[in-house]
């Protein structure tokens, strides 16, 4: 949908991405106050966060390494010297006048994320920085008819904000930067990319021009989106708010925009002339940030197996479908835990039961992975029923319901419920013998060359048996019955 | 007993040790001299007798244990921009008039560890900015000096700035010792112009944690005494590495003390010659050529040096100095502490605050910053100026490379009227010629008394030192002060 059918012709949408990712620490960026989120207002909040006389900030180590490893994980450029700066403006949400960030010389350079769009194909969108700065506190307009509160805990708390090249030409594929952004920096714990809780936002640059244009139009900015799906309905109405405005001969004003999430429209926050001078000058508090290039060695030695390389090695190691690979690695606890069911055995067979039943049921009770009523153990057992023949892949269906249900293992239910597959040849002819002689009719259709009825003699036998009968075994012997 | 507000800080630790007197007795001394001397030169905004005498009390029965520390019992004064726990912190502005901190600063934390007693929160320039003293929210401080002349002994004079309430208690004998800070000069010219000693270390080498900021990348805390020795002593205490002031630098303090009275015999000490500045008085320069011959008779060697971009020093700290102060201040915005005026919305509140709280000098400063860093200025002004700073900051260490010491002025000429120079800013910013220099190159100076200009006050000589090198300093500080004998003493005297 990267096309918008103008009256004029088609327009292309250019999209780039500023992500704010509230870094995984105990601590704050500059203060030793708690990062947790919640908490009674104004509970984790140090002198340093209120801007008290004095009071001076304290880099956090933490945060720095969390923010390398990003990069690293962002196959980004690591700067060793890096500078904070001052960004200047008053709110009275943020203490001291001015948020510390970093502006000229970033901890991290240029790198660039793989998208895995829904047709299976890959795009690069390239990444052009990620850097540290402290988030603000929060204004309460709820709390009094005529005073603002406010609250402090979030001031202070380290954000990597990460910012994209004009890269991406769809809301679809800004939905699937967003995803796989989340993706690398839960692998890489350095943010639970938790959108609901305000742990990851994002801020959408949006431009349009027609297509084969090389030139890029006048952008605006829609700030703090905080859902991939609203991040795709922004996309919409603004692409069609420019194109309207450009097909009526006007001007689209550079601008920054707030997404509406009741009305589902963009509106207009300040313009380009109304915008802040912030003032930015280095922070003379801080020294410049140097890094230790043994400290980033050690770091990218202990970087886990990132999303992309771990669907590379499912599709060469298990012959896993491009699609269900993706899918998979989606979150490292669906890998770790289909990693599991598939060891040694059928990759196929264990990535159909973890994509298929498993999340199915999941999603149904609304539950995560992590939390799943059937372990990779225990689902590893019942594919290994079915691989033995004790049971066939239908029966292990309700067998999986089963389990679902009552947690107990696959064995037990199979023993309790007497499924076990039947495999005795007698039975099953026995079986046979019964039902070909009540339908002798059918037999005699069959054989003037109805084969379509075979279906319907296996699914007879079936039933007579209970589902349990070894289903190649049946189709074998009742071939060779009705051949007579 | 007035006598024991004469004494020395190192004579006084003497004395107390041989029980001659008590800490509970010196303190009442000074708490007495204090009383008359704030009558007299407004040098406190905040007095803390209550607590200076029970910090004596304290003293005396470490003592009677066998626990003191290295200024145990020692009265002094605090400049109001540290940070005191329990005791309000105004740094002479109304826009803090009700802000009691409820931490210490590190450095008066680490004065009352070696057992100092702090008799009150001593009166500065509002968030030390000025040369005089008259920009306090809590009215001037008069000097406890007047002129020789009949026609203007009655003139009221300034202390100098910003560490003025500091300067004058200490000179007027109702502080031992006190602390200031010192961001252009604010240690060095006060303490010129009051006939007593005053150091800037070098940047880092004391913890700016809990003390109120002004220009980040320029500020030191430092001490004003009455000898070098006590200065020394002072210093040992103040400074030290802090990790929570992340400018601070993890350097082993030496004890500075054991650097006085030491021979200056082949020391070097550099005469720039960017320092002959025009429209300076000409007792100035003579005191300066006395100074270098004092230590040449010394056995110094007096040698030429050259600082080429020093007359760029006063407008470049004009540019940094207020551009770091607009952001600084930001923060005294009516809303979590101090003053708030209401208004209509929030920027009505901010702007009624901020109006009535801060003065006209800080609102200049203020806006003076701002418009250095707007966009559009921003390349012209702060970004040119941080060239010529690296540019200054190189001119010193080339002049190192010849000399040990650099010798100056301090400030250019004797103490001037209250009220004088008031319609000028740009005069009053004069009075910090000769001292920006080194604050701009992060460098250590001390300025030493050293005689009497014609009018009868006190004059005093700037040494700038190499970057955590205070030790040749107070050598040479104490040499120069050997040979000066300065011993004149104001009129009134607590």
């Not at chain 1, 992500?19 to 207002?41: C, I, N, R, W, Y």
């Not at chain 1, 007698?426 to 075979?454: C, P, T």
């Not at chain 2, 203007?152 to 003025?164: E, I, Q, T």
Request: hydrophobic content about 40%; glycine content about 10%.
């Amino acid at each position: 949908m990267s096309i918008v059918q103008g009256t004029t012709g088609p327009w292309e949408m250019v999209i780039g991405l500023e992500v704010h990712a509230q870094v995984t620490s105990e601590a704050k960026l500059f203060s030793g106050a708690s990062a947790a989120f919640g908490g009674a207002p104004n509970a984790h909040v140090s002198l340093v966060d209120a801007a008290f006389p004095g009071m001076l900030p304290v880099i956090n180590g933490t945060c720095v390494e969390q923010a390398v490893r990003t990069g690293l994980g962002l196959k980004a450029q690591i700067n060793l010297t890096s500078v904070f700066d001052r960004k200047n403006y008053f709110y009275a949400d943020l203490p001291s006048g001015y948020q510390i960030s970093q502006y000229l010389q970033p901890i991290v350079g240029k790198g660039e994320i793989l998208l895995d769009l829904a047709d299976g194909s890959t795009r690069t969108v390239g990444i052009t920085r990620l850097h540290l700065e402290q988030d603000a506190g929060k204004s309460m307009h709820d709390q009094s008819p005529t005073e603002t509160y406010v609250d402090l805990n979030r001031s202070g708390v380290a954000l990597m904000e990460i910012v994209s090249e004009p890269d991406m030409r769809s809301g679809e594929e800004a939905a699937a930067y967003l995803k796989k952004l989340r993706a690398i920096l839960r692998y890489l714990g350095t943010c639970d990319g938790n959108m609901e809780e305000g742990s990851m936002r994002a801020d959408v640059n949006l431009s349009m021009r027609r297509v084969g244009d090389p030139k890029l139009g006048t952008r605006c900015e829609i700030k703090n989106v905080n859902s991939i799906r609203f991040v795709m309905q922004a996309i919409e109405y603004e692409a069609q708010r420019q194109v309207e405005i450009l097909e009526s001969g006007g001007t689209v004003h550079q601008e920054t925009r707030l997404w509406d999430t009741g009305k589902g429209v963009t509106r207009s926050m300040r313009s380009k002339e109304e915008a802040h001078d912030y003032r930015y000058f280095p922070d003379p508090d801080l020294l410049p940030l140097k890094l230790d290039p043994a400290m980033v060695e050690k770091i990218k030695a202990t970087l886990p197996e990132l999303p992309d390389e771990k669907r590379a090695r499912f599709i060469r190691d298990f012959g896993l479908k491009a699609y269900d690979a993706s899918v998979l690695v989606a979150e490292r606890a669906s890998a770790d835990f289909y990693e599991k069911v598939a060891k040694g055995r059928d990759g196929k067979l264990a990535a159909n039961w973890v994509t298929g039943e498993l999340f199915g049921a999941l999603n149904r009770l609304g539950k995560g992975i992590e939390s799943s009523p059937v372990s990779a153990e225990a689902l590893g057992s019942l594919i290994d029923l079915i691989a033995d023949a004790t049971i066939s892949n239908r029966i292990a269906k309700d067998v999986f319901e089963a389990m679902i249900e009552t947690g107990k293992p696959a064995s037990a239910i199979v023993e309790e419920k007497g499924l076990r597959q039947v495999t005795d040849t007698g039975a099953i002819e026995a079986a046979i013998d019964q039902i070909l002689a009540a339908n002798a009719d059918k037999v005699a259709e069959y054989r003037s060359g109805k084969d379509k009825l075979f279906g319907f003699f296996v699914g007879q036998v079936m039933k007579a048996t209970g589902g349990k009968a070894n289903p190649a075994m049946l189709n074998d012997l009742l071939g060779k019955k009705l051949k007579g | 007993m007035t006598q024991l507000t004469h004494l020395s800080i190192t004579e006084a630790v003497t004395r107390l040790a041989k029980k001659e007197f008590s800490a509970v007795e010196l303190t009442a001394a000074h708490i007495k001299a204090a009383e008359r001397g704030q009558a007299e030169t407004n040098a406190f905004i905040t007095t803390t007798f209550d607590l200076a005498q029970e910090q004596a009390k304290a003293s005396d029965a470490r003592r009677a244990a066998g626990t003191v520390g290295a200024l145990d019992g020692i009265p002094l004064g605090m400049k109001d921009l540290y940070c005191t726990k329990g005791v309000r912190t105004t740094a002479a502005s109304r826009i803090l008039d009700n802000f009691v901190p409820t931490y210490e600063s590190t450095v008066s934390q680490k004065l009352f560890d070696a057992g100092a007693v702090m008799l009150g929160k001593t009166n500065l320039d509002e968030f030390a900015m000025g040369s005089s003293n008259t920009t306090s929210g809590y009215g001037n401080v008069v000097s406890p000096w007047s002129g020789a002349e009949p026609s203007k002994a009655a003139r009221k004079l300034v202390p100098g700035g910003s560490s003025g309430g500091s300067a004058a208690a200490v000179a007027g004998r109702f502080a031992m010792a006190a602390t200031g800070t010192d961001t252009g000069g604010s240690i060095r010219q006060p303490a010129s112009v009051t006939g007593i000693v005053g150091v800037r270390p070098t940047y880092g080498r004391c913890s700016r944690w809990g003390i109120i900021a002004y220009a980040s990348s320029l500020d030191q805390a430092g001490p004003l005494a009455r000898t070098v020795d006590d200065a020394a002593l002072m210093l040992r205490t103040m400074a030290g590495f802090d990790p929570k002031d992340s400018t601070s630098v993890n350097q082993p303090v030496p004890d500075f003390t054991t650097a006085t009275g030491q021979s200056v015999k082949g020391l070097r000490i550099g005469i720039p010659r960017e320092y002959r500045i025009d429209g300076i008085p000409a007792e100035t320069n003579a005191l300066w050529d006395k100074g270098a011959a004092m230590l040449r008779d010394a056995g110094a060697e007096v040698v030429e040096v050259s600082l080429p971009h020093a007359k760029y020093a006063l407008p470049v700290y004009y540019i940094i100095a207020p551009a770091e102060a607009s952001s600084n201040l930001a923060r005294y915005d009516g809303v979590r502490f101090g003053v708030r005026v209401p208004g209509d919305n929030l920027i009505s509140m901010y702007e009624n605050t901020r109006g009535a709280g801060f003065g006209k000098e800080t609102r200049r400063r203020i806006l003076i910053g701002t418009y250095v860093l707007s966009a559009g200025y921003y390349d012209a002004y702060y970004l040119k100026a941080q060239k010529v700073r690296r540019c200054i900051r190189n001119d010193f260490e080339e002049a190192f490379k010849s000399c040990d010491v650099i010798l100056t002025p301090t400030a250019p000429s004797t103490a001037f009227a209250i009220g004088e120079k008031q319609d000028d800013p740009i005069q009053m910013y004069l009075e910090d010629v000769f001292t920006v220099t080194l604050n701009l190159a992060g460098l250590p100076g001390i300025s030493v008394p050293v005689g009497l200009g014609a009018n009868g006050l006190p004059m005093g000589l700037q040494m700038i030192g190499r970057a955590f090198d205070e030790m040749t300093l107070f050598k040479a500080a104490s040499a120069l002060e050997k040979a000066a004998g300065f011993t004149a003493t104001p009129p009134f005297m607590g």
